[in-house]
């Protein structure tokens, strides 16, 4: 059983920062990519920013320059540091991450999603 567990989320005026961390527990052989994806009411789910095991990253253009992905591989967890928030910002954020679960048994894991609101 592997368990995708978020936090940090909230309410935070515009221009303020929050950051969002998600810890990756249970049958882990090992973690490739980890990524935050985002849903606002109405619309599809989104990546925000991806980061490997090696430590590229890739963020969504709408963040570039605000968000920073980072990743602690021994704790297995993976941050996202948002800045400068924008109320278009708002939404449910998800971690993502492709583990696993032994060395030959891969799969694809989706926490339960922590909401942003961001005031204007």
């Known amino acids: 059983q592997v368990q995708l567990v978020e936090s940090g989320g909230g309410l935070v005026q515009a221009g303020g920062s929050l950051r969002l961390s998600c810890a990756a527990s249970?049958?882990?052989?090992?973690?490739?990519?980890m990524g935050w994806y985002r849903q606002a009411p109405g619309k599809q789910r989104e990546l925000v920013a991806a980061?490997?095991?090696?430590?590229?990253?890739n963020y969504a253009d709408s963040v570039k320059g605000r968000f920073t992905i980072s990743r602690d591989n021994a704790k297995n967890t993976v941050y996202l540091q948002m800045n400068s928030l924008k109320p278009e910002d708002t939404g449910v954020y998800y971690c993502?991450?492709?583990?696993?679960?032994?060395?030959?048994?891969?799969?694809?894991?989706w926490g339960q999603g922590t909401q942003v609101t961001v005031s204007s």
């Open positions: 980061i490997s095991r090696g430590g590229v990253t």
């Open positions: 249970g049958s882990i052989f090992s973690i490739n990519g």
């Open positions: 993502n991450a492709e583990l696993f679960i032994s060395l030959t048994r891969r799969g694809n894991y």
